[in-house]
């Protein structure tokens, strides 16, 4: 018994533990623009990121 | 060779032309599987006569198979103890195999008799044991309807009755049993009391029951050996429930703050509330062939609350402009205000220089947008081999954490097959509270409820079955 108790305050603690700092979540602001330089940096002007945007039919019966 | 030996070897041989029997099988429909399944059955190995579950010669041959596991019970015979304050002595065994089962299915019924000559029945059948007496009813019909017996005014169906087949006698028994021999029995609960008929070609008998655990047997007979084990299973099972009570709450828990934090959003106002369309609709050439292209910036609205999580919905009104076998795409950049003041050097209302901004807006070196997403709409039908579909997906929504409070712009770019009306797609963002972790704890939590559940009932250090 006492196994599942330290189980299940062990879960439901962690729950709200990484639920109340957010991890796991994608990072708006400051993380994003972090991560984004980066990637610029990392990529030559020219380079595959710079083709500007253009979405497509993202059905997934027609598999795209 | 005894007197039993010969017996045995009597039994084994075929009653039509005296050859051995031996083990075999076929094959035969079942309608409970719909399906052909392999049947065992004794054959004469002289005149090839099968003898199926039906016969008593069956019995004989399958016997020991039936039997194997006879040792494995808190009963033996010459055991002495009291039940309802007389004493008894458990005299005799009997074990039946249900007729319908070709696997093994079978319960044992210890005879018991009181020093006044009272016959005593302890029946044991699956980890449960009930303790059965004779008993004579106020009335009882057997004969008079054909589909069910009248039994002190309850209509018990003659269709629940099942074949009990003994394949297994022992001890000082008040009568002679034979190894296959039939008793039709028929068990039923009447105001709360359990009552057995069993009709065998010379008798009815009918007894009156109730349910015994393990520990008032041992109790009873007094089976020190079991004492502690007994005890050990139960405290081991016990704590086990009371284990499986710590998930469930776990998971009430778990459910509740999800169910909370699923409708607990708060939205962010007045975010389509200002809108610019820079771009409307305009044609590009690009892998897609011909798409059109628009852009829009809504804003500004205010988000409140820094370093906390915000779901962003974006979707299709369909009451502005249906989406029809046709896609749609787009890419939702969030922007502070005050970036877009830097780089427009203050002119944030003014289209054309906010139209350059957005144009090379994937080449700064640093992001404008402090988050950005992109997605698709589609709608589509077609045939497959189950026939006509149509399908179609005309929302997105994500969640992200935004550190910084303030005014924020969204800009939106949107591509399409055809020119669509830039209403047709709207956004929210709300305040949100994430919940996925507590969805992953009532999983895990239900899990190991299972687990403790399947145990508490399971867990045994008894040498025998026991089901309370």
């Known amino acids: 018994m006492l196994k599942s108790v330290v189980i299940t305050i062990l879960l439901i603690s962690g729950s709200f533990m990484l639920t109340s700092r957010y991890i796991g979540y994608a990072g708006a602001g400051k993380e994003y623009f972090k991560k984004v330089t980066q990637e610029r940096k990392s990529l030559r002007s020219g380079s595959g990121y710079y083709v500007p945007y253009r979405g497509g039919s993202g059905s997934f019966r027609s598999g795209k | 060779m005894g007197t039993e030996d010969k017996k045995e070897l009597k039994a084994l041989k075929c009653p039509r032309c005296g050859g051995d029997l031996a083990r075999g099988s076929r094959s035969q429909y079942d309608e409970d599987e719909e399906e052909d399944v392999t049947i065992p059955v004794a054959r004469c190995i002289q005149c090839n006569t099968e003898y199926d579950r039906h016969t008593s010669e069956y019995y004989e041959l399958f016997a020991d198979d039936l039997t194997i596991d006879k040792d494995s019970t808190v009963f033996k015979l010459g055991l002495k103890g009291k039940l309802k304050d007389k004493e008894y002595e458990i005299i005799g065994r009997l074990r039946y195999q249900d007729e319908d089962e070709y696997e093994k299915s079978t319960w044992d019924e210890w005879v018991a008799v009181s020093e006044d000559g009272v016959y005593h029945y302890l029946v044991e059948e699956d980890g449960r044991i009930d303790s059965y007496e004779e008993y004579v009813p106020e009335s009882i019909d057997m004969e008079t309807n054909g ?71 041992i109790e009873a007979f007094q089976i020190e050996q079991y004492r502690d084990l007994y005890s050990n299973t139960l405290k081991k099972r016990k704590s086990l429930k009371w284990g499986s009570r710590f998930y469930i709450g776990g998971m009430v828990l778990s459910l509740m703050v999800s169910v909370y934090s699923c409708f607990s959003e708060t939205p962010v106002q007045g975010v389509m509330n200002s809108k610019k369309i ?51 795409s787009f890419r939702f950049l969030l922007i502070n205000e005050n970036r877009l003041n830097d780089i427009t050097g203050g002119k ?34 077609g045939r497959d081999s189950d026939g006509y579909w149509h399908e179609s997906d005309l929302s997105y929504n994500t969640d992200f954490v935004l550190d910084d409070p303030g005014k924020y712009y969204t800009y939106m770019e949107l591509f399409s097959n055809n020119a669509k009306d830039v209403n047709s797609v709207v956004f929210s963002i709300s305040r949100a509270h994430g919940y996925r972790y507590f969805i992953i704890s009532f999983f895990i939590l239900f899990v190991l409820w299972g687990i403790s559940q399947i145990r508490s009932r399971s867990y045994n250090e008894l040498p025998f079955e026991m089901s309370e």
């Open chain 2, 147 to 217: 589909s069910y017996i009248e039994f002190e005014g309850k209509k018990i169906p003659k269709s629940e009755g099942y074949t009990g087949r003994i394949v297994l006698a022992e001890g000082e028994l008040p009568w002679k049993p034979e190894i296959g021999e039939a008793t039709l029995c028929y068990d039923f609960k009447k105001d709360g009391n359990h009552y057995t008929i069993e009709k065998s070609d010379e008798e009815v008998s009918i007894t009156k029951g109730e349910k015994l655990t393990h520990g008032e047997v």
């Open chain 2, 278 to 328: 820079l771009v409307d609709n305009s044609p590009v050439n690009d892998a897609e062939g011909n798409v059109y292209e628009s852009q829009i910036l809504y804003g500004p609205f205010d988000i409140p609350e820094g370093n906390k999580l915000y779901n962003v919905e974006v979707k299709i009104d369909q009451s502005i402009q249906p989406l029809n076998l046709e896609w749609q």
């Open chain 2, 348 to 381: 944030i209302t003014d289209p054309a220089v906010l139209k350059d901004v957005f144009e090379d807006i994937d080449a700064m070196p640093e992001p404008l947008e402090s988050y950005l997403i992109t997605g698709d709409f589609w709608d589509e039908e």
